[in-house]
């Protein structure tokens, strides 16, 4: 760890790495990151670097857990044994059950959770870089996975800390302003201004916590028109894909005609495979019907008219379907029955 700074602030008002006192980090973030979750958020703020994901609503099991009015939120921070200088101890430690307890009463109150009743929406967070100000970094990227999520809230919650160093407030910590300042205290906003959260550690006046509080508001409103702009951007890309659409249709069903119609190579493979020889295995020849069947449909005329080669393809494109299906079937039943005689003749032979 580095050593305590003998100036916080130097004499022209500016900060360590340079900012104004009432001035946050540079914030970026980017939603949609996790194919797997239901919502993601990747954000980095300063050197802070934290991934959330969102799975749910979905059925909450045990179901004696379930709330029967509303869906249960669950949140998770966490801290990668990488994202500090000294490894962290994986698991779960008593700061970050507590981190993650608050953080979830933090933006709680706007997710319509009555919606869902009986079910359970599941926020993580992962710390991958830590450099201070984490949950409040967390509860942003776990706000905005939300939002990605399509989960319904009735606004957006930002969260900013404020803390003192020099015997002045400054607005969103850096490392060595929280692990030497005189008061460190997270907050987390609504849009509307309400206070989820705010947790205090060190001493400052009623008249500093005040203006501590308008500090955080201001962090917290340039915060969420970030997270309002990213949002923005998503859903405008995702209207011009809706736009696209058609095309996108054009080319799959382009695809599945020129997957059902015959090409030179599936013919030769069926000449070469009429050469093959009758040992072959059952399943292997019921294969190739399926093959022939898919060949010789749409007729070897296919130079004369093209036109009339695409209806026939269409119109035994659903006959080769259950043809192929009934094969498919067959095979299984053929290989339960085997395995059945198999199962009696290992029992006789017993
Ligand atoms: P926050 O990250 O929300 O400000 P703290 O004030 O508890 O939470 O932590 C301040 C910073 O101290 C963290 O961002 C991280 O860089 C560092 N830190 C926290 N816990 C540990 C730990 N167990 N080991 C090493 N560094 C830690």
């Not at 979750?37 to 799975?55: P, R, T």
């Not at 994202?83 to 700061?95: A, L, N, Q, T, W």
């Not at 830590?130 to 939300?146: E, K, P, V």
């Not at 736009?243 to 070469?272: K, M, N, Y």
Request: hydrophobic share 35%.
């Amino acid at each position: 760890m580095s050593d305590k700074p003998e100036k916080f602030i130097d004499e022209n008002g500016l900060r360590l790495d340079g900012r104004r006192v009432d001035e946050i980090r540079p914030m970026k973030m980017e939603i949609g990151v996790l194919s797997r979750a239901d919502g993601s958020c990747y954000l980095e703020w300063g050197k802070n670097k934290v991934l959330a994901a969102v799975y749910g609503p979905r059925e909450l099991h045990p179901r004696r857990l379930q709330k029967a009015d509303s869906a249960l939120i669950r949140y998770r921070y966490n801290m990668a044994a990488f994202s500090v200088e000294d490894r962290i101890r994986p698991g779960p430690s008593r700061r970050s059950i507590e981190i993650s307890k608050v953080s979830r009463e933090a933006f709680e109150p706007v997710v319509l959770t009555h919606l869902y009743p009986g079910a359970v929406i599941d926020v993580f967070a992962e710390v991958l870089q830590a450099d201070a100000g984490t949950r409040t970094a967390a509860i942003n990227a776990a706000c905005m996975a939300l939002a990605d999520a399509g989960i319904p809230m009735k606004g957006l919650v930002s969260a900013c800390a404020v803390g003192k160093v020099d015997g002045q407030l400054v607005l969103d910590l850096n490392k060595p302003e929280d692990n030497y300042g005189d008061a460190d205290i997270p907050m987390a906003m609504t849009s509307d201004g309400e206070i989820t959260l705010v947790q205090m550690d060190g001493d400052v006046t009623p008249e500093e916590f005040k203006q501590a509080i308008e500090m955080c508001k201001e962090g917290c409103r340039q915060i969420m028109e970030l997270q309002k702009e990213t949002l923005k951007n998503k859903f405008t890309k995702l209207e011009d894909v809706e736009i696209s659409d058609d095309e996108e249709e054009v080319d799959v069903s382009a695809l599945v005609e020129s997957t059902l119609e015959p090409s030179g190579d599936d013919v030769e493979g069926e000449e070469e495979s009429e050469d093959k020889s009758d040992d072959d295995a059952d399943q292997e020849e019921e294969v190739e019907d399926a093959g022939e069947d898919s060949v010789d449909e749409p007729g070897p005329e296919s130079e004369d008219d093209e036109d009339e080669d695409l209806d026939s393809v269409e119109s035994h494109s659903d006959f080769e379907a259950v043809e192929m299906v009934e094969d498919f079937e067959e095979s299984f039943t053929d290989v339960d029955e085997e395995d059945a005689t198999e199962d009696e003749d290992d029992e006789e032979k017993a």
